[in-house]
């Protein structure tokens, strides 16, 4: 009763606009500087799926780290709906390159961890459940983060960002240590769940062929000190096929501006 | 042609192995039980056989007492697969059995027996069961006043040692202020303070029980200390991202991931605490067994000597052993853990 009344209560998440404007950044290393993020601009449309593909060690992580509130730029302003970030805020989750589960906690545990954070686990237990379901773990809910194998731990990781119903979810290449087979699955529950909850989503990957086949949009960085190389549309219903001519060219086309024109 | 050859070996060789390894297994299994058996009936006959040197009430007991332990050992090891665990156990056991029934043996003989250990400093096992007997209440007592000492000083040590250690791992300004003194009178070893601490506290009690926290206190400190500052960031960048407040992040996160240094901090402290206890007893409380001893000693009387050291090692081993079973519960998430 009062968990149906609170279902009814809270409006359906959407996605939240996110403007980057202008932003760069750099690390002090020894005192030199590293410059990471040269003047970045994207503006992102409330529920849009923008794949982010670039060289390694461009500065990928650390333009989700910026939006997700962890880290301020040195110069330029990120926005969300409007306001300006300043600090994490669960409206923003992100899905980390590592799991970085806590390892003194079951996955149940783990996964309930946002809802404790924000003091709503006793009223909101079910959605712990559901998403250990969505993620395909409910048999591991009693297990300890060191019993898991790499792709169990990111999945935990998956389902500890989407239970807190965020407006941007942040995936720093999540699906990168799953073995084939479950990264395919996992991609369609990926795109059936945002197609559902309408969340705006930030995905890092390394793979141009995951892109297409999940985004709206695809934004290819340069070499670090990374800035927009190119902005890509890609207009195909879903769900997408891998063998479409149409991804297959744009795909050559990425990998031309990452530099491997020659080979493919 | 080889498998052939092979399976034929295995073949022809299979019966005329097959009453040695019964005989084998058998000896393997319960050879050991019996020789613990016979350690233990020889302790008890090396109790009876001879006349004792000295005059000491208990042998005739703690003979019979030896022939029912062969009794058990004996019936208890070669019955074992009717016993189930407790059968198992016994049997685990039984090396430890006789070389225990061994000693007890040699120090009766050695002892009571034919005095090749010079008689009053080296007692023999019936004078040490004699204490336990006779002298039991001044023995218990001095039990429950060592362990109410040293429950109470470990106690507030760890605790104060444990929010220190929480406060200068997390705040600046904490660490700012409470590092320098703990670097300066940290590394001090607690007994130094003892001629300062029996004058300036009220009692000898206080004044302990002060000593004991601050032996406790250091190494639960910068142990703690140290498990906090060493957590990784990414988990409070997961945790902030998740909405996780500061004090969330001080509970939840730091203090968790901080626990298994906690712990090596508290089984440093237990051991430096020990020493401690005792000394402070020796010199100035006035009961527990750190006093039982030197009071024996004034006395001359080694076998309550003797029988105080016994109950001491196993009051501290028990201890750790408590600790350990407390680590292993709270930190059942870890694996290997070493077993106590
Ligand atoms: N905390 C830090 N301090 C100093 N330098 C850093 C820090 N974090 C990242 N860097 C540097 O910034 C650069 C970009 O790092 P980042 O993690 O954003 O790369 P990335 O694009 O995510 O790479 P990958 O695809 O391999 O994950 C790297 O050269 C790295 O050395
Ligand atoms: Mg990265």
Redesign the interface.
Known sequence: MVTALAEIATPPAAGAALDIEQVSHAFDIDGAELPVLSDVSLSVEPGEFVALLGPSGCGKSTLL?LV???DKPKAGTLREDEVRIA????S???V?Q?P?L????TVWDNVA??L???GVLKSQRHRVDDALDLVGLSDFRTA???QLSGGMAQRVALA?ALV?DPKILILDEPLGKLDSLTRITMQAELVSLWQRKGFTTLLVTHDAEEALVLANRVIVFSDRPARVKADIRVDRPYPRHRGDPYLADLRRQILGLLGLDATW | MSTYSLSDGIASGAPRLSRAPVLASWLRESGVGVLAGVAWIAFGLSCLWWEDLGDWSRTHSLGIAAFIVAAIALFGTVGADYLGSAGKALRQRAPWLVALGAFLTLWEVATAKFAWLPLPFFPPPQSIIEVYTDDLPKLLDSVFASVKLQLGGYLIGATVGFLTGVSIGWSRAVGYWVHPVLRFIGPLPATAWLPIAFFTFPSSWSASTFLIALATGFPVTVLTWSGVASV?N??Y?????????PS?LVL??AI??A?PHVFVGLFMGLGSSFAVLVVAEMIGVKAGLGWYLQWAQGWAAYANMYAALIVMALLCSGAITLLFAIRDRL?????GTVKW
């Open positions: 780290r997700a509130g962890l600090r994490p805020h669960p923003r989750v992100v980390f590592d970085t806590f390892p003194w906690r961890l946002g404790e954070a924000q300890y983060p060191h500890r807190n | 990784s990414a988990y960048d997961v945790a902030r991202t998740l909405g996780a407040k969330f939840k996160v968790p991931a626990l930190l059942v998430w870890q694996k």
